[in-house]
């Protein structure tokens, strides 16, 4: 199974390498099982076009048969922020039904999940967390694909 | 990936590399693929495999080539390219699993890879009920149905089919298994009312279409003789269907007693035995008879609500100003009683349960004290379920104090917060608000606390009532002159004569018994609220005696 994620992964890569959407930018690429990309929103007041979010995708052997772990990251150097979305919690866990199990299939790749992300975010109106943000955050021990998101919010 | 060369020729010519790492063959070479991907040296280590050296080499010094030609093999439409796994058509061996197109759409893919796929979305998350199989396998573009040609085993498909239909019958089978029992213990202990009250002849006489159809045939006759056993089963349900009121009521009556504690039963009771006189039409004779003394047992029992609603409005009217002094009395002056969870004292919990029935006016819901009975009538012909209060909680009383955990001497003073608290609902107190205890009702409607210590009390005493009556009415018996409790002489002789008096009758008895025993209990509650209250005010600290280390008595 490894061999099907790796070799995959490498075709993406290459593609990657060669162009991508405004905004989305490969930040680095070195082994088979984290990257990271950086994001940003053109064209949303919510967030402004100076900043950047840093999303790390994490995939396991059984990409792309299973959904990469996808979440956003905080440094400050460099200065990257989580973005405030309604489904977006502080800790950088993002509720999508793309990376979850059901709403995943083999035929999303890095780009379409980042340029989803994306279109997520800049088509965004509302600047608040997600309602039970700071529980969850303080008292979250799972894995993103374990836990079960209710995807009730179809407007954003 | 640095090491990643630009090129895709580069890449096409060492694909047999590549597919050599397929997941099925040869381990040997993943390893050291992902280790050469991994390395930060030059391209050159990228696709290496040992024997593979000069190659790449020779194919770096191409790569200052001119910008690549067919940049991609998306381009091109013959080539296939795989959407799972993204390799192309070009880049297969012979090893490759055969292409498959399953949907109407382009995406076409490697067998291999589509059955990998197809396993995954079949695979239910929770591993109990891996074989059920799953939704249909949609293509995630056009979402036709990806059809699978399975062998067929009959078997196998014979099994799954039942623990599909296993599945499915989960839920209803609990529900009824659930009900049943409900069912079941309810109908025994309608049965073991009706037997304390009637005692054994009448009660016999009562249930006796309930005895017969609990006989039943052995198996051997439902195989050896199977027209007959049609015929029994048939006659046993046809009398279940004559005696429907046996079969609804009986477990009726144990649910009815236990709603009858609460305020809910204070409108519907009045309204039962209206019922139970229009539908006396086609009874026997005496069953109407108001001229007769003794009344029909029918008759009296429906007579109970009015009773109940009588005496409680006595009760109200006379002594519940009374009682709520005394119990205001016996608390802190200042209100407060610890009184968290349960106001579980035998007195606390009569009161306690009242405080629901708090309504605008203030007025105490003072329970009952009608006999809790279901009306039975001697003929099976007409039997009606018609409960009532009872307030009684008899064992309760002794034990209740050190319930909980409180640190109560004094149950009462639970009981007066709550009831404060609700009388005054107006003007309570701050402080009596977090007093409130839990099982206080929201809206005034159930009686029935919501602390499951009180609420385990008021059923166990409405279950328990009508022993206890039946044993009042024995109690009654053995108090009262033989002459008022006995039947006439002639009965002896094996004649059943009508009995003279209400009296002389078991469930009469019991009835009576039941309601002196209610009268009774009030009444010695009341008492005893009163000398507590009167006791409470003459209450001293004693002094530590230092010279005898101890209280100076």
């Known amino acids: ?156 | 990936m640095a090491s990643l060369p630009p090129r895709q020729q580069s890449q096409r010519r060492t694909s047999p590399e590549q597919s050599s790492d397929q997941p099925q063959s040869q381990a040997p070479a993943s390893p050291e693929r992902a280790r050469s991907a991994t390395s930060e040296d030059s391209q050159t280590l990228f696709l290496n495999s040992p024997q593979q050296d000069e190659q790449p080499s020779q194919r770096q010094q191409q790569t200052p080539a001119p910008a690549a030609p067919i940049r991609n093999n998306d381009d091109d439409p013959d080539i296939k390219k795989c959407w799972i796994c993204f390799s192309d058509s070009t880049e297969d061996t012979p090893e490759t699993s055969p292409w498959r197109d399953p949907c109407p759409c382009a995406l076409v893919a490697h067998e291999e890879c589509l059955l990998d796929w197809i396993a995954d979305m079949e695979a239910p998350k929770n591993s109990r009920n891996r074989s059920i199989g799953g939704p249909k396998i949609e293509c995630p573009q056009c979402k036709a149905e990806i059809k699978l040609a399975r062998p067929r085993n009959y078997v196998v498909d014979a099994v799954r089919g039942l623990e599909r239909v296993g599945a499915k019958a989960i839920t209803p089978g609990a529900l009824t298994v659930l009900s049943a029992t409900l069912y079941n213990s309810s109908m025994a202990w309608g049965v073991h009312s009706i037997y304390s009250v009637f005692g054994s002849e009448d009660g016999f006489r009562i249930l006796r279409p309930l005895i017969l159809n609990a006989m039943r045939p052995p198996v051997e006759t439902y195989v050896g003789e199977p027209r007959e056993a049609l015929e029994k089963v048939v006659g046993v349900l046809l009398d279940h269907l004559v005696h429907w009121r046996l079969y609804v009521g009986l477990p009726l009556i144990t649910p009815v007693l236990v709603l009858s504690r609460t305020k809910f039963a204070d409108s519907v009771l009045p309204v039962l035995p209206i019922l139970f006189f229009a539908t006396q039409q086609h009874l026997p004779d005496d069953g109407l008879d108001f001229t007769h003394w003794p009344p029909s047992a029918s008759l009296a029992f429906a007579v109970l609500p009015y009773v109940r609603s009588a005496y409680n409005l006595y009760y109200e009217k006379v002594w519940a100003g009374k009682e709520k002094r005394w119990l205001k009395d016996i608390q802190p002056r200042n209100g407060q009683g610890q009184n968290d969870a349960d106001a579980d004292g035998g007195l606390a919990n009569l009161d306690q349960v009242d405080q629901a029935g708090e309504e605008d006016d203030n007025i105490f819901e003072v329970r009952i004290d009608g006999g809790i009975w279901d009306e039975w009538d001697e003929d099976p012909g007409q039997p009606q379920p018609d409960a009532q209060n009872n307030r009684a909680a008899p064992p309760p009383m002794p034990q209740r104090p050190q319930q909980d955990g409180e640190d109560q001497a004094q149950p009462p003073p639970n009981i007066i917060d709550n009831r404060e608290a609700q009388q005054q609902a107006n003007a309570a107190p701050p402080l009596q608000q977090p007093q409130q205890p839990a099982q206080n009702v929201q809206q005034g409607e159930r009686r029935l606390s919501f602390s499951p210590t009180a609420i385990a009390e008021t059923v166990l005493g409405a279950i328990l009532f009508p022993t206890i009556a039946g044993m009042s009415g024995e109690l009654l018996k053995l108090l009262l002159p033989r002459a008022w409790t006995a039947l006439p002489a002639a009965s002896r002789l094996g004649v059943r004569v009508p009995a003279k008096g209400l009296l002389q009758e078991k469930w009469g008895r019991s009835l009576v018994g039941g309601c002196l025993f209610v009268v009774a209990k009030d009444a010695v509650l009341l008492y005893v609220r009163w000398k507590m209250a009167q006791m409470h005010r003459r209450r001293r600290v004693l002094d530590w005696d230092r010279r005898q280390g101890r209280a100076r008595v």
């Open chain 1, 1 to 156: 199974m490894a061999g099907m994620s790796s070799k995959r992964l490498q075709k993406e890569l290459v593609k990657i390498q060669g162009t991508l959407p405004p905004g989305i930018a490969l930040v680095s690429a070195e082994n088979l099982r984290e990257w990271q990309m950086d994001l940003s929103i053109p064209d949303n007041p919510i967030y402004p076009p100076t900043e950047k979010y840093r999303l790390r995708f994490l995939f396991s052997p059984s990409y792309p048969i299973e959904a990469p772990e996808v979440v956003f990251l905080a440094s400050s150097n460099p200065e990257r922020k989580i973005p405030i979305h309604p489904h977006i919690y502080t800790n950088g866990i993002i509720c999508l039904d793309l990376l979850d199990t059901q709403g995943w299939s083999p035929v999303h790749n890095v780009e379409s999940i980042s340029i989803s992300i994306q279109s997520m975010l800049a088509g965004n109106t509302k600047a608040e967390r997600p309602p039970g943000d700071a529980e969850f955050v303080r008292s979250n021990r799972q894995r993103p694909r374990d836990i079960n998101f209710l995807y009730h919010d179809p407007s954003v």
